[in-house]
C-alpha cells in the first residue's frame, strides 16, 4: 500500500511569490493534515481538511490556504511569501474508521526554501 | 492551551544501552499519544500509539507508558542501535471540539554511538 505523497520535494521560491504544495493522502483516507515545522519552532498544526471541506486551521495568516479535491487529494497555497515562511510542510492522512482516534500517517515533506 | 515539553533535548548513548525519553502534557484531557520518529530533513515515522484508556504500547525493542493523571508518557528504548539515532517527537490529540489536530513536542535528538 502506498503511503502519502508529496510533490516537489524542495521548492525555492522569492520573498512576495507564490507556492504551491501538493499531497495525496493513503488511498481510502478521506482526511488531510497540513503542519509545519519550521526551525526552532517545532512542528505546528496549520489545515485540516475532511470530505473536501476546510474542519480546522491553526493560528496562521489567511496567506495559508487550500483545498481538497474530490479524489481527497490536497492543495497547500503560501501567498506573499516571506523569508520566516522557509519551512519543511509535512502532510498526514487518517481514515474515516480512525478519524476521531488520532492515528495519522506523515508523508516525507515538502522543504520550501524563500529567498 | 496543551503544551507539550520533551526532556532531554538531546541524549549521546553507546550502543547496547537501554534508555527512556520522557514527554509531558499540561491538559490530561487527551484522545491518544503517539510516538514518532524522525530523521534529518524527513517526514515522521509513527512508533506507537497509545489510547487515552490505554496505560501502555509495545513494539518490538520501543515500549511506550502513558499516565494521563499525571500528564507524562515515557519511551523506553531497549538495547539500542547506531540505527535508532534521530529525533524522537511525541504529540497528543486533544479531547473535546472538532480539532483533529496534533499538538508536537520539541523532541528530543538521540546519538547512539557504535
Known amino acids: 500500500e502506498a503511503g502519502v505523497t508529496q510533490s516537489p520535494t524542495h521548492l525555492i521560491k522569492t520573498r512576495g511569490q507564490q507556492a504551491t504544495l501538493r499531497c495525496s493522502p493513503i488511498?481510502?483516507?478521506?482526511?488531510v493534515y497540513w503542519y509545519q515545522q519550521a526551525l526552532g519552532l517545532g512542528l505546528q498544526f496549520l489545515l485540516w481538511?475532511?470530505?473536501?471541506?476546510?474542519?480546522n486551521r491553526g493560528n496562521f495568516p489567511p496567506r495559508f490556504s487550500g483545498r481538497q479535491f474530490p479524489n481527497y487529494s490536497s492543495e497547500l497555497n503560501v501567498n506573499a511569501l516571506e523569508l520566516e515562511d522557509s519551512a519543511l510542510y509535512l502532510c498526514?492522512?487518517?481514515?474515516?474508521?480512525?478519524?476521531?482516534?488520532?492515528?495519522?500517517?506523515f508523508g516525507p515533506g515538502t522543504r520550501l526554501t524563500v529567498t | 492551551k496543551q503544551e507539550v515539553t520533551q526532556i532531554p533535548a538531546a541524549l549521546s548513548v553507546p550502543e547496547g544501552e537501554n534508555l527512556v525519553l520522557n514527554c509531558s502534557f499540561t491538559d490530561s484531557a487527551i484522545y491518544n499519544l503517539q510516538w514518532f520518529r524522525q530523521d534529518p530533513g524527513k517526514g515522521l515515522t509513527s512508533l506507537l500509539l497509545?489510547?487515552?484508556?490505554?496505560r501502555e504500547q509495545t513494539s518490538g525493542r520501543l515500549n511506550a507508558s502513558l499516565d494521563k493523571s499525571s500528564g507524562r508518557s515515557t519511551l523506553y528504548i531497549a538495547a539500542s542501535q547506531p540505527g535508532d539515532s534521530a529525533t524522537y517527537l511525541c504529540?497528543?490529540?486533544?479531547?473535546?471540539?472538532?480539532?483533529?489536530?496534533?499538538?508536537f513536542g520539541t523532541g528530543t535528538l538521540l546519538a547512539v554511538q557504535p
Open positions: 488511498s481510502g483516507h478521506t482526511s
Open positions: 504529540a497528543v490529540s486533544n479531547y473535546g471540539g472538532a480539532t483533529n489536530k496534533l499538538i
Open positions: 498526514a492522512s487518517s481514515s474515516r474508521d480512525t478519524l476521531w482516534d488520532g492515528e495519522q500517517y
Open positions: 481538511y475532511d470530505e473536501g471541506e476546510e474542519r
Open positions: 497509545i489510547q487515552s484508556s490505554q
